[in-house]
């Protein structure tokens, strides 16, 4: 158990949500354990006593998130409301809001948990629980950071559109700013394709994967990729970590003569659809936060799709060269599956709304890695550019 | 009187057949609220009774549904049945898709309590507010599709087929054209009481307390429904049911073969849910207000069969032929024997005999075991293996046969056999799920751990979803925490995914004390010493090793201390006490 804590505690810390030796990790079987000893232990413990769960995370957030979250908290606490409601597709599908509370005691903890996979304290952090395995908190718990980070972006330059943001939204957007990570400029040195077999595939997917994730192209470890050889697609498992992909590949025949594809990546059909479309051999998707703040700016005034942009919105719309498409997670009416493959006819890539960015590769992954490194540089600039020219 | 009641109708129907009476009575609102429905309920009036006989007159056969019923909340309309089960003699209960938890509701009713024997096979008819118990001595020996031919019922139809008219252990109640209470011989449980059929049709409305809630839970769950691989993905249940499993299965090296000798069949490429949709021309099935539809419909009208039946009529009995299958099926289905026991039963009996099944064999084999031409075989595979001197031969938790996923490969799985209340059940914990599926998220399957902790919480949500009556495959997209939403949106009850485990700890916990009242102990909370002794795959390959029995026991100790169990898996006072259990305790101390 304690192998699993200080695994996810590392990754916490590499995604630098959090200061190295800072998460607080629980895990529970027969006896609890945490994976460092710390202050807030007996206040885990204490959750631990009014919840059936097996595993805690508490995750003080480094910054920029420490003052984006505890300024959306005090936003949402003015506004009567004890959670934070962002409209991203990860919270949307999986999170549905973010409550808030202002203690750091076990019965308010318990109280918010009881109901959601996370919760927020202002001043302290993060906390989220598992029932099957810590990498649950730590997934609920650094979607939140994401969450918070588009929101909070993304709400600042919406608020410019009609009008100035008070003086305190202000403040908190310059201070936050100073803290964004420096942007890379050079892509990683990835393998050529095209790939003759299977072991150049899975090892061009596995540095594809490392190098997204530490670039911080994706939300965590969260994205999928794919690569397609002699009808077969190669593609990640629901829920792996793209930096821990070898063991974590599906082969997918292409002509349907198998249903082995149950554990690929919910995007399977989408990435089948695309290779199928525009016969480009390599695609890869991930979460990078400014493309997705970019694909929820909308300046069309008085438009009847409001609140429902993510599924609903008609307005051809781009980002640079890159399409933004409406889509849900999958396969199912609103899906996806639906709107991201033949956009991707005669593109680089396509944006999910509020969601992230599908790129595609002919031969290999050195392209649709530039297209979102590229695109995600572009839509830094051009946010900061759009909140000049707004009159910040 | 329980008009105020939202979700519940409040009301639970008792006849008994003896006299041929029937009584309506008000539920306690609190009894409700503890215990959900479906299962919850269900358990708590076969509580006071689980002690007798499994044929005794006064057992009951306990019929509920679940608040969320007959609403638009995505739960399928199921309905769950209770009683002491013939094959193994524990507690039992089953869970059926269908119509019959929606007519249920319809009529007014939150479950049907039967008790009694009639003096000849008769039928119970509900029709809103009337009941009879009708005379059904013409329709003795019939098969299901007779009986529905001769009834011609608009409502729910569940019927018993001549296999539990002769006795058959394992057999089951067909309920509508396509859908089962398999599981633990309930069929026998009907014959017993000379319960040929119940045939169920109703109008009323079920209030619902929140009803723009509900709709917004409602959204949330089919959001996670389309996001699942498993459910909604183009190898998913949607597209292939539950027969998506059989490449998963067979990839992971934990297809029982050969009666659990081995866990990879060769031919098992070219015997998938692929081969099955192209050949059959399927079309979708789904139960009452369920959008998944997993199940398959053949184009001559014939139930596809699910993952388990194909797995163990190919895989775990040597054979290669899908019609065989999919006509295996069929023929259980009309003689009402559970596919999963009839197969492994079979499978037990080739073992010990050594006789080389065939495709026609099995169907005459199936055909004189329905028709109690076989009473040996009728017994299940552990009475069989039993009589015949070869114990060792019977692939059964708790004396029930088990389903196609073989522990080797999973070490969660061989706790989930061990330690499931009705025996050798995959859905009572359902580890499969992370252990393969990767839902919620992915756990390593030849560990134990953490596995004790993960085994109890999931028993106890699956216990909620069996009382809810909800279906458990849309919790590979959902969970408790949409749920908790829609019960509270529909019974106007708050609650939470933490306050819905809780109950379903209370409701899993009488389950234990049930058992232990009934005799069984630890010694009956093991998987067959076949898992802990050969490795699977193919004999002489060994990539899938035995279970290490050291490691098995040390997580089922860490079960029973987070069970609140004694260490030989008894319930204690103080446990029973806290979940508010004392008196069904006491009668545990009798
Ligand atoms: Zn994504
Ligand atoms: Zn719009």
């Known amino acids: 158990m304690i192998r699993l804590l200080a695994k996810y505690a590392d990754k916490i810390a590499a995604a630098r949500l959090s200061a190295p030796g800072a998460p607080l990790l629980a895990g529970l079987d027969d006896a609890l354990v945490f994976n460092r000893e710390a202050q807030e232990s007996s206040v885990l413990a204490g959750v631990f006593d009014r919840m059936s769960i097996n595993s805690l995370l508490f995750l003080p957030p480094a910054e920029p998130y420490a003052t984006i979250i505890d300024f959306l908290a005090a936003r949402s606490a003015e506004g009567g409301e004890a959670s934070i409601a962002p409209s991203d597709c990860e919270t949307r599908t999986f999170l549905h809001d973010l409550p808030v509370v202002a203690e750091f005691t076990p019965d308010a903890l318990a109280s918010a948990l009881k109901r959601r996979k996370s919760v927020i304290v202002p001043g302290k952090g993060v906390v989220a629980h598992g029932t099957v395995s810590p990498e649950q908190a730590f997934v609920s718990a650094s979607s939140v950071c994401f969450a918070c980070f588009v929101k909070f972006f993304a709400d600042y330059l919406a608020q410019l559109r009609c009008g100035k943001p008070d003086a305190e939204y202000q403040a908190a957007f310059e201070r936050a700013k100073t803290f964004l990570p420096p942007m890379h400029h050079r892509a990683p040195d990835l393998p050529a394709g095209p790939f003759a077999d299977r072991e150049a595939v899975i090892q061009a997917m596995d540095l594809t994967g490392k190098a997204t994730v530490g670039y911080g192209l994706v939300d965590s470890f969260f994205g999928n990729i794919s690569y397609c050889l002699d009808d077969v697609l190669y593609i990640s498992q629901t829920g792996s970590s793209l930096d821990e992909l070898p063991d974590c590949i599906d082969p997918c025949h292409l002509d349907g003569s198998s249903c082995a594809g149950l554990t690929a990546s919910s995007e399977l059909m989408a990435h089948q659809g695309i290779v199928l479309k525009t016969g480009a051999k390599a695609i890869l998707h991930g979460h990078p936060r400014f493309a997705v703040i970019m694909s929820m700016d909308c300046d069309k005034k008085g438009c009847d799709k409001i609140g429902r942009c993510h599924i609903e919105c008609t307005e051809p719309r781009f980002v640079w060269d890159v399409p933004v498409v409406p889509g849900e997670v999958g396969t199912g009416p609103r899906g996806l599956v639906n709107t991201l493959p033949p956009a991707m006819i005669g593109r680089r890539g396509v944006i999910v709304y509020g969601h992230g960015l599908f790129a595609i590769g002919r031969e290999d992954f050195r392209e649709p890695f530039a297209t979102l490194l590229e695109v995600e540089n572009y839509c830094r600039e051009e946010y900061f550019r759009r909140v000049e020219m707004l009159g910040s | ?590």
């Open chain 2, 1 to 590: 009187m329980n008009a105020r009641l939202n979700g519940w109708m409040g009301w639970v129907l008792r006849v008994d057949l003896t006299t041929g009476t029937a009584s309506r009575e008000p539920l306690d609102p609190a009894a409700l609220r503890l215990n959900i429905g479906g299962k919850g309920l269900a358990g708590h009036f076969l509580d006071p009774c689980v002690h007798l006989p499994w044929d005794h007159p006064d057992m009951p056969l306990c019929l509920f549904t679940g608040p969320l019923v007959a609403t638009i909340a995505p739960t399928s309309g199921r309905a769950c049945l209770a009683t002491r089960s013939p094959l193994t003699g524990a507690f039992c209960d089953a869970s059926v898709g269908g119509s019959l938890g929606t007519q249920l509701k319809k009529a007014g009713l939150d479950g049907l309590i039967v008790t009694g024997r009639a003096p000849r096979p008769v039928g119970i008819v509900i029709e809103n507010g009337e009941t009879s118990v009708r005379d059904a001595s013409h329709l003795a020996g019939m098969t299901r599709d007779r009986v529905r031919a001769a009834l011609d019922c608009s409502g729910s139809l569940a019927v018993v087929g001549p296999a539990a008219e002769c006795g058959v252990r394992f057999s089951s109640i067909m309920v509508d054209t396509h859908h089962a209470f398999g599981r633990g011989g309930m069929g026998l449980s009907w014959a017993a009481k000379n319960l040929k059929y119940l045939s169920v049709k109703g109008s009323e409305k079920v209030r619902v307390a929140d009803p723009e809630g509900l709709k917004k839970a409602r959204e949330d769950i089919f959001r996670l429904v389309s996001a699942s691989p498993v459910l909604s993905g183009g190898h998913g249940f949607s597209c292939f049911g539950t027969g998506a499993l059989y490449d998963l299965m067979d990839s992971r090296r934990m297809m029982p073969t050969d009666n659990f000798r081995a866990s990879h069949f060769a031919p098992a490429g070219e015997l998938n849910a692929v081969r099955y949709k192209e050949a059959y021309q399927t079309s979708k099935h789904g139960c009452k207000g369920c959008h998944i539809q997993c199940k398959k419909v053949a184009a001559d009208g014939r139930s596809m069969p699910e993952f388990e039946t194909m797995s163990h009529f190919t895989a775990l009995i040597g054979l290669t032929d899908i019609e065989l299958v999919v006509a295996a099926n069929a023929l259980c289905n009309d003689l009402g024997m559970d596919t999963i026991s009839s197969a492994v039963t079979l499978a037990c009996h080739a073992e010990i005999t050594g006789e080389r099944l065939t495709p026609a064999r099995v169907l005459e084999l199936l055909e004189d075991m329905g028709r109690g031409r076989l009473p040996e075989l009728g017994l299940g595979a552990a009475g069989y293996a039993a009589l015949k001197g070869h114990p060792e031969a019977a692939m059964t938790v708790k004396g029930m046969e088990l389903p196609a996923y073989d522990p080797r490969g999973a070490y969660g799985m061989s706790l989930a056999y061990a330690l499931s209340t009705r025996g050798g059940c995959h859905l009572r914990a359902y580890p499969v799920s992370h252990e393969i599926l990767r839902k919620p998220v992915a756990t390593d399957r030849f560990s134990f751990l953490g596995k004790a902790r993960i085994i109890k919480i999931a028993e106890d949500a699956n216990a909620v979803v069996d009382s809810l009556t909800a279906c458990k495959f849309i919790f590979f997209g959902a969970s408790l925490e949409e749920y908790a939403a829609a019960y509270q949106a529909v019974t106007g009850e708050p609650s939470s995914a933490q306050d819905l485990l809780r109950l379903g700890e209370r409701i899993y916990y009488r389950e234990r004390i049930m058992n232990a009242r009934l005799g069984f102990t630890s010694a009956d909370d093991d998987i067959p010493a076949r898992f802990f002794e050969a490795p699977g795959e193919h004999s002489l390959a060994g990539d899938i090793r035995p279970v290490p029995r050291v490691d098995f026991l040390e997580a089922r100790a860490k079960y029973y201390a987070i069970r609140g169990l004694t260490e030989d898996g008894m319930p204690t006072q103080e446990k029973a006490k806290e979940l508010g259990l004392e008196e069904s305790y006491r009668q545990e101390m009798r």
